[in-house]
């Protein structure tokens, strides 16, 4: 089915550890993003992809790492997790006009680092 | 520093009891102020874009509304279904898209 997914949906680790959230959209778009959603904060971006080999930092970068190979997938590393990254991360895509159209979001993944 | 504040925090109404909910900003050169709406569990589900002051869409029971300083998103007539929580987003410039806190809404039959 075409759409944004993204895995695991719930993810438990401990402090130090690396993890990895994947996202996978069918639609080519241009443009993905990763935002983490906490309360009282809304939603922060923290990285964004305008193409495959192209990313740039959002709002609160420190502590992960992204890529992107392919245009269809972006992957979100924590590289040694934190107990303030516990959150619920959420990606999304959209088309040429990045952030000025219209986001599509996945599912998003509850992680929580212990 | 660019900012979005939505209010109320949270809103309770009755069945068909008709209400605002409000996403004000302190920006210059907005960009576009979107509406989102998102479930329990889910992510957010796009609703509605405005590009200018005096703009307005109207999608079911929901129309959105944009002046220079703030929007406003209308419920008329609402139904259980619409209760979720909406977001409000600006989009000031350089790929960034501030989001609002949210309003929670429950609708109670």
């Known amino acids: 089915d075409a759409g944004i997914t993204q895995s695991p949906r719930y993810k438990i680790t401990e402090t130090g550890r690396q993890v990895t959230l994947m996202c996978h959209q069918t639609w080519s778009h241009s443009y993905m993003f990763w935002y983490r959603q906490d309360l009282g904060h809304g939603l922060r971006l923290i990285y964004y992809s305008a193409a495959a080999d192209i990313t740039d930092k959002g709002e609160v970068p420190d502590g992960y790492v992204v890529s992107r190979s392919k245009t269809e997938n972006f992957p979100l590393t924590l590289e040694s997790a934190t107990r303030s990254q516990t959150s619920v991360y959420f990606c999304?895509?959209?088309?040429?006009?990045?952030?000025?159209?219209?986001?599509?979001f996945g599912s998003g993944t509850q992680l929580s680092v212990l | 520093e660019d900012q979005v504040t939505q209010s109320p925090e949270a809103l309770r109404l009755q069945e068909g009891e008709s209400s605002s909910l409000n996403c004000s900003y302190t920006?210059?050169?907005?960009?576009?102020l979107f509406w989102y709406r998102q479930d329990p569990g889910k992510g957010p589900e796009f609703l509605f874009t405005?590009?200018?002051a005096g703009e307005e869409k109207e999608k079911e029971r929901l129309k959105a509304t944009l002046t220079k300083k703030e929007s406003f998103l209308h419920i008329t007539a609402p139904k259980p279904e619409d209760s979720a929580t909406y977001l409000c987003?600006?989009?000031?410039?350089?790929?960034?898209?501030?989001f609002g806190t949210g309003t929670r809404l429950t609708i109670i039959p």
């Open positions: 999304a895509s959209s088309g040429t006009g990045g952030t000025n159209e219209k986001l599509f």
């Open positions: 920006v210059s050169g907005l960009r576009g």
């Open positions: 405005l590009y200018s």
């Open positions: 987003a600006v989009h000031f410039g350089n790929e960034k898209l501030t």
